[in-house]
């Protein structure tokens, strides 16, 4: 009980009620309650989650896009340095011939 509260429990109760006792009242004066506070978080984190998703499918979407042009680019070229290693290794082979 003391790690939770420190030395002196009950007056840290006091407090926590007092606390929530003034809490309460700001909240009732603006009209929130404990159910609107919990739709809310509810609700917000739906919409963060949709707009991660959404963020996601843009993105999977402009990878999707790029790779039509990056793989066939990459592709000729590593065809390209493969001819030039095959043409170089030749080359050393019938030197040493």
Known sequence: MNELFGNQPLKMIIKL???SLFVGFILKVLHITPVGIFEWMVESIAHVINTSFDNVEKIISY???????????????????????????????????
């Open 17 to 19: 009620v007092l606390m």
């Open 63 to 97: 990878i999707l896009t790029g790779a039509v042009i990056v793989i066939p680019v990459w592709l000729f070229k590593r065809m390209g340095e493969k001819k030039h290693e095959d043409k170089i290794k030749n080359i050393y082979s019938n030197d040493k011939k």
